[in-house]
Nanobody, 125 residues
Protein backbone atom coordinates (compact mmCIF):
# COMPACT_ATOMS: atom_id res chain seq x y z
CA UNK A 1 0.00 0.00 0.00
CA UNK A 2 1.56 3.23 -1.17
CA UNK A 3 1.05 6.29 0.99
CA UNK A 4 1.40 9.71 -0.61
CA UNK A 5 1.79 12.91 1.38
CA UNK A 6 1.56 16.29 -0.33
CA UNK A 7 2.96 19.51 1.06
CA UNK A 8 3.73 23.04 -0.04
CA UNK A 9 0.29 24.47 -0.68
CA UNK A 10 -0.78 27.87 0.53
CA UNK A 11 -1.99 31.34 -0.37
CA UNK A 12 -0.16 33.33 -3.03
CA UNK A 13 -0.89 36.41 -5.10
CA UNK A 14 -1.47 36.18 -8.82
CA UNK A 15 1.85 36.02 -10.64
CA UNK A 16 3.55 34.31 -7.73
CA UNK A 17 5.05 30.85 -7.37
CA UNK A 18 4.64 27.77 -5.20
CA UNK A 19 6.36 24.41 -5.13
CA UNK A 20 4.39 21.34 -4.13
CA UNK A 21 6.02 18.13 -2.96
CA UNK A 22 4.65 14.60 -2.79
CA UNK A 23 6.54 12.04 -0.75
CA UNK A 24 5.83 8.34 -1.26
CA UNK A 25 6.28 5.52 1.22
CA UNK A 26 7.44 3.02 -1.37
CA UNK A 27 10.91 1.55 -1.95
CA UNK A 28 10.11 0.78 -5.59
CA UNK A 29 9.08 4.39 -6.23
CA UNK A 30 10.94 4.49 -9.54
CA UNK A 31 8.47 1.92 -10.92
CA UNK A 32 5.52 4.27 -10.43
CA UNK A 33 4.15 6.80 -12.84
CA UNK A 34 3.20 9.89 -10.88
CA UNK A 35 0.59 12.51 -11.57
CA UNK A 36 -0.81 15.74 -10.22
CA UNK A 37 -4.51 16.48 -10.45
CA UNK A 38 -6.55 19.35 -9.07
CA UNK A 39 -10.12 19.94 -8.05
CA UNK A 40 -11.77 23.32 -7.66
CA UNK A 41 -15.05 23.71 -5.73
CA UNK A 42 -17.99 22.42 -7.73
CA UNK A 43 -15.78 21.04 -10.49
CA UNK A 44 -14.49 17.66 -11.57
CA UNK A 45 -10.98 16.58 -10.65
CA UNK A 46 -8.78 17.44 -13.61
CA UNK A 47 -5.38 16.44 -14.88
CA UNK A 48 -2.50 18.86 -14.37
CA UNK A 49 0.71 16.97 -15.15
CA UNK A 50 2.30 13.53 -15.01
CA UNK A 51 5.68 11.88 -15.28
CA UNK A 52 6.18 8.37 -16.60
CA UNK A 53 8.01 5.61 -14.72
CA UNK A 54 9.77 4.17 -17.78
CA UNK A 55 11.40 7.10 -19.54
CA UNK A 56 10.77 10.09 -17.28
CA UNK A 57 8.74 11.92 -19.91
CA UNK A 58 6.44 14.62 -18.60
CA UNK A 59 2.99 15.59 -19.81
CA UNK A 60 1.05 18.77 -19.11
CA UNK A 61 -2.47 20.06 -19.43
CA UNK A 62 -2.68 22.91 -21.92
CA UNK A 63 -3.78 25.27 -19.16
CA UNK A 64 -0.46 24.93 -17.31
CA UNK A 65 2.08 24.42 -20.11
CA UNK A 66 4.94 26.84 -19.84
CA UNK A 67 4.06 27.74 -16.25
CA UNK A 68 4.23 24.46 -14.30
CA UNK A 69 7.10 21.97 -14.17
CA UNK A 70 6.95 18.46 -12.74
CA UNK A 71 10.03 16.56 -11.66
CA UNK A 72 10.93 13.50 -9.65
CA UNK A 73 13.75 12.48 -7.35
CA UNK A 74 13.73 8.70 -7.12
CA UNK A 75 16.41 8.78 -4.43
CA UNK A 76 14.05 10.72 -2.17
CA UNK A 77 10.84 8.99 -3.30
CA UNK A 78 9.45 12.42 -4.06
CA UNK A 79 7.89 14.30 -6.93
CA UNK A 80 7.67 18.05 -7.20
CA UNK A 81 5.37 20.51 -8.93
CA UNK A 82 6.89 23.92 -9.50
CA UNK A 83 4.12 26.39 -10.25
CA UNK A 84 5.03 29.80 -11.64
CA UNK A 85 2.95 32.71 -12.94
CA UNK A 86 0.00 31.50 -10.91
CA UNK A 87 -3.48 32.66 -11.81
CA UNK A 88 -6.67 32.81 -9.73
CA UNK A 89 -8.07 29.99 -11.88
CA UNK A 90 -5.29 27.74 -10.56
CA UNK A 91 -7.01 27.81 -7.16
CA UNK A 92 -7.88 24.22 -6.20
CA UNK A 93 -6.98 21.30 -4.01
CA UNK A 94 -3.98 19.60 -5.64
CA UNK A 95 -3.69 15.83 -5.42
CA UNK A 96 -0.70 13.61 -6.02
CA UNK A 97 -1.38 10.18 -7.57
CA UNK A 98 0.65 7.04 -8.28
CA UNK A 99 0.31 4.11 -10.67
CA UNK A 100 2.69 1.16 -10.71
CA UNK A 101 4.09 -0.13 -14.02
CA UNK A 102 1.20 1.46 -15.82
CA UNK A 103 0.71 1.61 -19.57
CA UNK A 104 -2.50 3.53 -19.08
CA UNK A 105 -3.22 7.07 -20.12
CA UNK A 106 -1.43 9.28 -17.62
CA UNK A 107 -3.96 12.09 -18.00
CA UNK A 108 -6.81 9.82 -16.88
CA UNK A 109 -7.46 9.72 -13.16
CA UNK A 110 -8.71 6.12 -13.54
CA UNK A 111 -5.13 5.06 -14.32
CA UNK A 112 -4.00 5.80 -10.77
CA UNK A 113 -4.54 3.49 -7.84
CA UNK A 114 -3.07 5.60 -5.08
CA UNK A 115 -3.90 9.16 -4.06
CA UNK A 116 -2.70 11.64 -1.49
CA UNK A 117 -4.95 13.64 0.78
CA UNK A 118 -4.53 16.85 -1.21
CA UNK A 119 -3.10 20.27 -0.49
CA UNK A 120 -4.92 23.57 -0.96
CA UNK A 121 -3.56 26.17 -3.36
CA UNK A 122 -5.25 29.56 -3.32
CA UNK A 123 -4.28 32.31 -5.75
CA UNK A 124 -5.62 35.77 -4.97
CA UNK A 125 -6.18 38.38 -7.65
Amino acid sequence: QVQLVESGGGLVQAGGSLRLSCAASERTFSMYAMGWFRQAPGKEREFVTAISWSDGNTYYADSVKGRFTMSRDNGKNTVYLQMNSLKPEDTAVYYCAAARFTRGELDHKETYGYWGQGTQVTVSS
